[in-house]
């Protein structure tokens, strides 16, 4: 069995907090967990990410493993 003493307290319902509401409870071994970004609110989860492009570098991209095609299927190419 583990030694008395040397382990830290464990809180099995510890909340975790984002911008001052609770968004899940974990086990851990704080009794409140405070963080910036989680799923709920982080863009790429969301749906809300927004690729920009700079200098044409995801059209490049595209266009070298040849995914252009499928892109401007779906619109991606807007600046035609």
């Known amino acids: 069995m583990a030694k008395d003493g040397i382990h830290p307290e464990w809180y099995p319902e510890a909340k975790v907090m984002c911008n001052g509401e609770h968004v899940m409870t974990v086990g851990s071994t704080k009794p409140e967990i405070s963080v ?10 969301t749906g809300t990410q927004k690729i920009i492009d700079t200098e044409g570098r ?10 252009a095609s ?9 600046k035609k």
């Open 58 to 67: 995801v059209e490049r991209f595209l266009r070298k493993y040849g995914m």
């Open 36 to 45: 910036d970004v989680w799923s709920g609110n982080h863009p790429f989860f």
């Open 70 to 78: 499928q892109a401007e299927a779906e619109g991606g190419d807007e």
